[in-house]
């Protein structure tokens, strides 16, 4: 038997649900940018660009602390999560396993890049990248897909 397509929001609830998912939105930029793109000094020595991808990820997992290399990669990943969670609400047209991938990772290397070129103490890390985006996946298959279908459902054919 084939599933019935979802029937639309009625359009104050969509738009509802689209402002409050562009408010969370701005909240998760902000936040970004605070975890992101403020400088540390104290940690300009140990720093270093990384453009090969799973260099940084060995380094993690070589460490003698698993909670430091859990907090490094689980963080990463979780930082991506809001963004595969948002996107399809915020924008539909972003809807979409590779639209996703492609739109998170152009985000996340953009703030590795300007991280990398305008901030003391911060370096460019393909392998951040490849984590934020790899959270942004997860987010949108777990609830971002079914959550932007919901509030953007196609209205039926008549």
């Known amino acids: 038997m084939a599933r019935a397509a979802p029937r639309p929001l009625p359009l104050p609830l969509r738009l509802l649900a689209m402002v409050c998912a562009f408010a969370v939105m701005v909240v998760f930029a902000v936040v970004l ?3 992101t793109l403020q400088p540390s000094p104290a940690s300009e020595a140990l720093t270093h660009t990384n453009l090969r991808p799973g260099r940084s990820l060995q380094a993690y997992l070589d460490q003698p602390a698993l909670r430091d290399a859990v907090r490094q990669i689980g963080g990463n990943i979780l930082l991506g ?3 595969g969670v948002l996107a399809p609400v915020v924008a539909p047209r972003t809807r979409g396993f590779l639209r996703v991938l492609v739109l998170t990772a152009v985000v996340m290397l953009l703030v590795e890049v300007a991280q990398g070129l305008l901030v ?6 393909i392998d951040d990248v490849i984590l934020n985006t790899g959270g942004a996946l997860t987010g949108y298959l777990l609830v971002g897909r079914r959550l ?3 509030v953007h ?4 054919k008549a």
């Open 148 to 150: 932007g279908r919901t």
């Open 120 to 125: 003391t103490g911060r370096a460019f890390d």
């Open 33 to 35: 940018a605070r975890l």
């Open 81 to 83: 999560v809001p963004f």
């Open 153 to 156: 459902a196609r209205r039926p």
